[in-house]
């Protein structure tokens, strides 16, 4: 039982990732806040980490707004007293197209959910962890960026997931000398939602011409990722979730992990991936 009688906070939990995310979760010991925008998709999660023995609470919430994600906050500490984990799960995929045909109305919309949605819910449980001096955040990357290639056609979604793994690296540096660690996760490719239509050929939200133009080259690059070693088991997913959430992970921090990284030998590695740029986004020039 890896996160006994640790609270967590999961954002999007009401389905994929944010979902077996909090079954894991519930399996190691740990009492569970969900939350989401849709109440049903929530009460589903919640009724199946009842019955691992987890005790839930239930929070619709959207995290592009403060009001909301401080309230979520705040009953949360009323129900459990203290926060320990923090998973930023909660993210939308944005525009998928050409960037010169994108509303970019969408566009902003995926930075507001995506980037300002993430540290909103930093900015809210921080004040918690500070004054208890311990704390785990995990930010979610995609498959798109982190330590594997981006793709093509989804410039709003890419951008905000580096913006993520840019704030992990530097939040730490405001919290050197606390008990408080901050990474960042890339759960691997896994068919979700949007796949799913993009496959079917439902042009996505804020995409104003030519989609049939290019879902044949967005098709090729999807089935090429889920062919590749890239793809990864949810159970691999949600172990380096656990991973990150635990005291496993030690003063890990500032990082960017996939899930196909053998995550479960890094700890002998800490001392040396503290001290060098090891999974991170720092630029690398030629000798």
């Known amino acids: 039982m890896q996160l006994e009688n640790r609270v967590a906070i999961i954002t999007g939990a009401g389905r994929g990732i944010g979902q077996a995310i909090a079954l ?19 009460e589903e ?10 005790e839930v609470l239930v929070i619709p919430t959207d995290i592009s707004d403060q009001t909301q994600v401080d309230e979520m906050v ?3 500490v009323d129900q459990y007293a203290t926060v320990d984990i923090l998973v930023n799960n909660a993210g939308i995929h944005g525009p998928v197209g050409p960037l010169q045909d994108t509303d970019i109305s969408h566009w902003i919309r995926a930075f507001q959910v995506n980037v300002f949605g993430t ?3 930093c900015q809210a449980v921080l004040p918690v962890m ?4 311990r704390g785990k955040i995990i930010n979610m990357t995609g498959g798109g960026v982190g330590l594997v290639s981006g793709t093509a056609y989804r410039t709003a979604y890419n951008a905000s997931k580096a913006a993520i793994i840019r704030l992990t690296e530097d939040l730490p540096l405001e919290l050197a000398g606390t ?7 890339g759960p691997g490719s896994h068919r979700t939602r949007l796949v799913e ?12 011409q030519r989609f049939e133009e290019v879902r044949q080259q967005m098709f090729e690059q999807v089935v090429a990722k889920f062919g590749t070693s890239a793809a990864v088991s949810i159970e691999q997913a949600t172990g380096l979730a656990v991973f990150l959430g635990s005291e496993a992970s030690g003063n890990l921090s500032g990082r960017c992990f996939e899930a196909f990284d053998d995550f479960l030998s890094l700890p002998p590695q800490i001392p040396e991936i503290m001290a060098s740029d090891i999974y991170t986004l ?4 030629p000798k």
């Open 197 to 208: 239509e993009m496959l079917e050929g439902v042009p996505a939200a804020g995409v104003t």
């Open 24 to 42: 894991a979760y519930a399996k190691e010991g740990a009492k569970l806040a969900l939350t989401a925008r849709t109440p049903s998709e929530l």
């Open 74 to 76: 705040r009953r949360t």
């Open 119 to 121: 540290v909103l819910c």
């Open 282 to 285: 720092r630029r690398v020039e």
């Open 45 to 54: 999660t919640s009724q199946q980490a009842k019955a691992l023995g987890a």
């Open 179 to 185: 008990n408080i660690q901050v990474n960042v996760m």
């Open 130 to 133: 500070l004054q208890q001096n």
